[in-house]
């Protein structure tokens, strides 16, 4: 019999012959709750069936615990926006976590659906139980924070651009105005007196003004700090996400400038396309343009030059989703710490 047979053949029974006792006692141990021993159990009794647990690889069913408490370990992430690579870092980093203190993350996706396709996908996570949905409000709204309570999901985690004011959930907040004030204050320590901010245009970030608006307010902010204020200059340029647009973008509004420009390319992304643009018609980075990007994903090292980015802390995000949903799950006080807004902070490389 291969080993993955016989660990997936194991049963209750086999669990209560190693450990010496009764398959009651077997149940009684595996029943337990977070925090709460059952008085039957001695505690001799309780770490011979955990050691014939570990030993013998014993799974319980999924479907049974579920049925049998009322709820299941699953934490379910519903992503409903279109995945980048920024999503990818935070969904893979709070997996990790979840995943150590014993839960099981699964993912949906329903980006691209319909109100009434999400609504029907909605129905059939919450029939699952899951002890806790973690999500963005931008389309899951107070009406399916109540029904999933209703069907006993206890805790409902956001993670979003602002804080989300319904009530028995928590949020999580990525900052949007520090990235803009960054990446401004930056370009003019460096001399580039005319600004640009890069407005996208692609399809993930449609009907998401309030970032692109929080960063245009914190470049902004950095300008009207600067001695030289009334001299230094701020465009917006929309810009969809491709190499044919970014050439356009360089040929129309960066090609024989007299004064150095320094783009602010709103995501890491873009600041890839404008970098391979900018060297496509011979502009020098950053002698005359200066690029910044947002997110420091893992090909900003790569470009050439290296992108000088903005590291939002996206990994530490996830891990402190599934801080946070641990810490509700163990009745424990919430830290500051897990609530508080991330701190991002810039990378300088040689774009700048």
């Not at 900052?175 to 930056?186: I, T, V």
Request: hydrophobic share 40%; glycine share 6%; with cysteine.
């Amino acid at each position: 019999m291969s080993e993955k047979k016989r660990r997936s053949s194991v049963t209750i029974s086999d669990v209560a012959q190693r450990a010496g006792v009764s398959r009651t006692a077997v149940s009684f141990v595996l029943n337990e709750r977070d925090g709460e021993r059952n008085k039957y159990v001695s505690e001799e009794t309780r770490a011979k069936v955990w050691k014939a647990v570990e030993e013998l690889h014993y799974q319980p069913h999924l479907l049974a615990r579920t049925l049998r408490t009322g709820q299941s370990p699953e934490v379910a992430g519903i992503l409903d926006v279109m995945i980048t690579p920024l999503g990818v870092e935070l969904t893979g980093a709070f997996q990790n976590a979840a995943l150590r203190y014993g839960y099981i993350p699964t993912t949906y996706y329903c980006q691209g659906l319909t109100d009434e396709q999400r609504q029907e996908l909605y129905q059939r996570i919450f029939a699952r139980r899951p002890l806790a949905i973690v999500t963005t409000p931008f389309h899951f709204s107070e009406a399916d924070v109540e029904q999933a309570r209703a069907n006993g999901i206890e805790y409902i985690i956001f993670y979003s651009f602002y804080p989300v004011p319904i009530a028995h959930t928590c949020t999580l907040v990525l900052p949007m105005r520090e990235p803009g004030y960054l990446a401004a204050r930056h370009l003019l320590e460096r001399d580039y007196r005319h600004l640009v901010l890069v407005r996208p245009e692609d399809q993930a970030h449609i009907g998401q003004d309030y970032p692109f608006q929080q960063r245009l307010e914190g470049m902004r902010e950095a300008i009207a700090e600067h001695p030289e204020a009334e001299q230094i200059t701020l465009d917006i340029v929309p810009l969809q996400l491709s190499a044919q647009a970014a050439l356009a973008f360089v040929e129309k509004q960066l090609v024989g400038r007299a004064s150095r420009v320094g783009v602010y390319a709103f995501n890491d992304e873009y600041a890839l396309f404008l970098l391979g643009a900018l060297a496509q018609r011979g502009i020098r980075v950053p002698q005359e343009v200066g690029v910044v990007g947002t997110d420091d994903l893992s090909f900003a090292e790569g470009t050439w030059p290296p992108l000088t980015s903005i590291n939002l802390d996206e990994a530490n995000m996830g891990k402190q989703i599934a801080e946070l949903l641990h810490a509700l799950h163990q009745g424990e006080a919430i830290p500051e710490k897990l609530t508080s807004p991330l701190k991002p902070h810039l990378i300088q490389r040689h774009s700048t």
